[in-house]
């Protein structure tokens, strides 16, 4: 059984940066990262294939990095110059392809549990 487990999250100004983990028992397929907002439907935020070659949501790009360390079988998504809008609780994910990871929920078979951000202005 694979499991997913994140870390990381908290509540900053926004302008400020956090940076989540994710633990993963087999990080062999794409990993990304989704986000859900109150009310708001899960929407991904980045990927990142066995290959190390990442990919990002515009809403994201220039502000966060994703990355892995598969010695550690460890995700990160390294957030910086937050706004209130990046509030939600972001999940990583581990899906079945290898390479053209794509931000699309069914790609995912396993998640975490989730963890939360808070961004004040």
């Known amino acids: 059984q694979v499991q997913l487990v994140e870390s990381g999250g908290g509540s900053v100004q926004a302008g400020g940066s956090l940076r989540l983990s994710c633990v993963a028992s087999?990080?062999?397929?794409?990993m990304a990262w989704f986000r859900q907002a109150p009310g708001r439907e899960r929407e991904g935020v980045a990927t990142?294939?066995?290959?190390?070659?990442?990919n990002y949501a515009n809403f994201v790009k220039g502000r966060f990095t994703i990355s892995k360390d598969n010695a550690k079988n460890t995700l990160y998504l390294q957030m910086t110059s937050l706004k209130p809008e990046d509030t939600a609780t972001y999940y990583c994910?581990?899906?079945?392809?290898?390479?053209?990871?794509?931000?699309?929920?069914?790609?995912?078979?396993?998640w975490g549990q989730g963890t939360q951000v808070t961004v004040s202005s």
């Open positions: 087999d990080s062999s397929y794409c």
């Open positions: 994910a581990l899906g079945r392809a290898w390479r053209l990871c794509r931000r699309q929920i069914p790609e995912y078979d396993y």
């Open positions: 990142i294939d066995v290959d190390g070659v990442p």
